[in-house]
C-alpha cells in the first residue's frame, strides 16, 4: 500500500488546491486573532470558520479528486494490486494532505494564541472533520458513477450537516416543547459531526450561550469530561462508518 | 490454463454473460470475435477481475480467481480504449506501473524502443493521440513478459508500422509458449496469428473451434469468410 500511496501523494502536492487551500485558513486565523483584542473572542471566529470551511473544502476537494482517480483506479486493478488497497491508499492520502493542510493554516496561529489545552483539543476536531468529510466524500463517490451527481450528493450533506441539522433539532425542540426530549436531542445531535465538534470545542471554552442547542443539553446531560469522551467516540465512528462502508461496496463495484 | 465454469453477469437488466463456459489452454492464441455488445469486454474484464460476475467461477492455474490478485502478475492487458491518469507523463505512468509490480525480473523492452516511446517520455497522458495511448497500453502489456496476454482491439488506431510491429511481437510471444486472447474486428488482421476462435453472441460462446478445422469444415480458405459461411447458414 505505501507503494500506491506514494503516487498518490506525489498527485496531491501537485495540486495547486491543497496550497491554496492551506493559505485561505492561514489567512482566516491570522486575522482573526489579531482583528479580535481578546484571544477567546477570536478562537470563537476561528471556531465557526474552520467549522464552515473545512467540511466544505475538505467534501468537494475528496469528491472531485476520486472521480479524477477514476484512470488510476482503473490502471491500477488490471495489476497485481488489492482492490481495498487502492482505495485506502486514496482515503490515507487525501485525509493527510488535508489533515496536513488544517495543521499548517489553523494550527500554528491556533498554538500561538490559544492555551495549549484548548488549542490541541480543537487541532483534533478539525482533524477529525477533515477525515470524516473524505469519508463521506467517499460513500457519495461510490453510490453514484456521475461525477455531477456525486458532488451534487456532497454539497447537499454539506449543507445538511452545517445549516440544517441544528435549525431542525430547534424546530423539533420548540414543537415539542411540553414533552421531557433532552434524551432524545442528545440522542440527535450524535447524528451531525459539525455539531458535535461545535459542542467539543464549546465544552472546553465554557461557553454555553454559543452552544446552539444541542450543545446546552449536552453539557447538561454528559458533564465536561464524559462529554468529551462521548463525542470523541462518535466522531470517530463518523469517519470509520462512511468509510468502511465504501470500501465493501468498492470491492464488489464493477469498473 | 484458463477455465470459466458457468459465469453470468447483468448490467442492470441486462444480461451480457450468459452461463458461459470456456477454455484456454497454454500457447493457445484466440481470437474473441463478435458482434458489438455481445459480451466481449465483459468477458476479458471478468477474467482480469475489474467485472465481478454473480454466477460461475474463473479458474487461473488450477485457482479460482475469487478474493485474489496476485494471479494478475501473469496477466498483460491492453484495454480497448487505454485511459490513464491525465496529469501523468508517460515516463511516470511507465515507472509506476514498475514501481507497483515491484518485481525483480529483466524487463521486455522491445516494444518500448520499437515504438520510440523514449523520445515521448515528458509527454503527458492527456495531450497523446489515440495511437500513442495504444502504443503505451501495448508497452504496458508486454513489459512484464506476462504468461497471458489479453489484448481487447489491439490494432485499432495504431498506424501500419506501429501495427505491424504489435502483430510481429503477438507471434513472437505465441511461439514462447503465451496463451493469448485477442479480440478485433478486422478478422483479416488475425488471419496468421490465430490457432482458436471462439465467436460470442449475446453473451454466449456460439461457437469454439480451432482454426483449421474451421476451415476445413466450411470449405473456406480465410477465417472471415468461413464465419460469414457460418452466420450465413444459421440464417438461412
Known amino acids: 500500500m505505501i507503494r500506491i500511496l506514494k503516487y498518490v501523494a506525489i498527485d496531491i502536492l501537485k495540486n495547486k488546491i491543497v496550497i491554496a487551500y492551506t493559505i485561505m485558513l492561514a489567512l482566516f486565523s491570522w486575522s482573526a486573532f489579531s482583528l479580535e483584542d481578546n484571544a477567546a473572542k477570536g478562537l470563537l471566529t476561528v471556531l465557526n470558520i474552520v467549522l464552515l470551511t473545512v467540511p466544505l473544502v475538505s467534501v468537494l476537494f475528496a469528491t472531485i479528486y476520486v472521480y479524477n482517480s477514476n484512470e488510476f483506479i482503473e490502471l491500477l486493478v488490471s495489476h497485481p494490486v488489492k482492490r481495498s488497497m487502492i482505495w485506502k491508499a486514496l482515503f490515507i492520502g487525501l485525509s493527510l494532505s488535508l489533515v496536513t493542510a488544517y495543521l499548517i493554516g489553523v494550527g500554528i496561529p491556533l498554538l500561538i494564541f490559544a492555551d495549549w489545552g484548548t488549542a490541541l483539543i480543537m487541532l483534533a476536531a478539525g482533524m477529525l472533520l477533515s477525515v470524516i468529510s473524505v469519508a463521506i466524500a467517499f460513500l457519495s463517490c461510490i453510490f453514484t458513477r456521475d461525477k455531477a451527481k456525486g458532488i451534487g450528493i456532497s454539497i447537499l450533506l454539506w449543507l445538511y450537516f452545517a445549516l440544517l441539522f441544528d435549525g431542525i433539532v430547534l424546530f423539533l425542540f420548540f414543537q415539542f416543547a411540553d414533552y421531557p426530549i433532552e434524551k432524545a436531542v442528545v440522542f440527535l445531535s450524535a447524528w451531525s459531526p459539525i455539531d458535535l465538534c461545535r459542542i467539543l470545542i464549546l465544552l472546553r471554552l465554557d461557553v454555553s450561550a454559543m452552544m446552539g442547542y444541542t450543545g446546552a443539553i449536552f453539557k447538561n446531560f454528559f458533564g465536561n469530561s464524559l462529554g468529551l469522551v462521548v463525542s470523541f467516540t462518535l466522531l470517530a465512528l463518523w469517519f470509520l462508518i462512511p468509510f468502511l462502508w465504501s470500501l465493501r461496496k468498492f470491492k464488489k463495484k464493477d469498473l | 490454463m484458463i477455465e470459466i465454469k458457468n459465469v453470468t453477469k447483468h448490467f442492470g437488466k441486462l444480461r451480457v454473460l450468459n452461463n458461459l463456459s470456456l477454455q484456454m489452454m497454454k500457447g493457445e492464441c484466440i481470437a474473441l470475435i463478435g458482434p458489438n455488445g455481445c459480451g466481449k469486454t465483459t468477458l476479458i474484464k471478468s477474467i482480469l477481475g475489474m467485472v465481478l460476475p454473480e454466477n460461475g467461477a474463473i479458474i487461473f492455474d488450477g485457482y479460482t480467481i475469487k478474493n485474489d490478485n496476485e494471479y494478475r502478475k501473469h496477466i498483460g492487458y491492453m484495454p480497448q480504449i487505454g485511459r490513464y491518469p491525465e496529469n501523468m507523463t508517460i515516463g511516470q505512468v511507465i515507472d509506476m506501473i514498475k514501481g507497483i509490480r515491484h518485481e525483480h525480473t529483466a524487463l521486455d523492452l522491445d516494444l518500448f524502443e520499437q515504438f520510440e516511446l523514449s523520445k515521448m517520455l515528458d509527454k503527458k497522458m492527456r495531450t497523446l493521440s489515440g495511437g500513442t495511448t495504444q502504443k503505451v497500453s501495448a508497452t504496458l502489456a508486454f513489459l512484464f513478459k506476462p504468461k497471458v496476454l489479453i489484448l481487447d482491439e489491439p490494432t485499432a488506431g495504431l498506424d501500419p508500422i506501429a501495427s505491424e510491429v504489435l502483430k510481429r511481437k503477438i507471434i513472437e510471444a505465441r511461439d514462447r509458449g503465451c496463451l493469448i486472447l485477442i479480440t478485433s474486428h478486422l478478422l483479416s488482421e488475425l488471419e496468421d496469428i490465430v490457432s482458436q476462435v471462439i465467436f460470442m453472441q449475446e453473451g454466449n460462446v456460439v461457437?469454439?473451434?480451432?482454426?483449421?478445422?474451421?476451415?476445413?469444415?466450411?470449405?473456406?480458405?480465410?477465417?472471415?469468410?468461413?464465419?460469414?459461411?457460418?452466420?450465413?447458414?444459421?440464417?438461412v
Not at chain 2, 482454426?211 to 452466420?231: F, M, P
Open chain 2, 207 to 235: 461457437l469454439h473451434k480451432d482454426v483449421n478445422d474451421l476451415k476445413i469444415a466450411t470449405g473456406q480458405e480465410t477465417i472471415a469468410r468461413s464465419i460469414v459461411h457460418l452466420l450465413k447458414m444459421e440464417t
